[in-house]
């Protein structure tokens, strides 16, 4: 499989926004003096942490459904 080296940077790049977000949100009282620097993160990344996951998801749609609507469902 071929793979594209820019979407699977911004898939990673996603999914640790992901991660910041809950991680941060499981310690909610513990991590001390890293508060600030983590709620300033996750303000910023809020416009589009979801956002970038349903744009990369959306990116091998067409090329999926081209094989025909039971082999897409098939591989999902």
Same mark, same amino acid.
């Given at each position: $499989?071929n793979r594209i080296t820019? =979407?699977? *940077?911004? #898939?990673? $790049? @996603?999914?640790?926004?992901?991660?910041?977000?809950? @991680?941060? &949100?499981?310690? #909610?009282? /513990? =991590?001390?003096?890293?508060?600030?620097?983590? /709620?300033?993160? *996750?303000?910023?990344?809020?416009?589009? #942490?979801?956002?970038? $996951?349903?744009? &990369? @998801? @959306?990116? !091998?749609? /067409?090329?999926?459904?081209?094989?025909? !609507?039971?082999?897409?469902?098939?591989?999902?």
């Amino acid at each position: $499989m071929n793979r594209i080296t820019w =979407v699977n *940077n911004l #898939r990673g $790049m @996603s999914v640790l926004a992901v991660i910041l977000l809950y @991680s941060t &949100i499981a310690v #909610r009282v /513990d =991590v001390g003096h890293f508060t600030g620097l983590t /709620d300033t993160l *996750n303000q910023l990344l809020a416009p589009v #942490r979801l956002g970038l $996951m349903f744009f &990369i @998801s @959306s990116l !091998f749609v /067409d090329t999926g459904l081209k094989k025909g !609507f039971g082999p897409f469902i098939n591989i999902k």
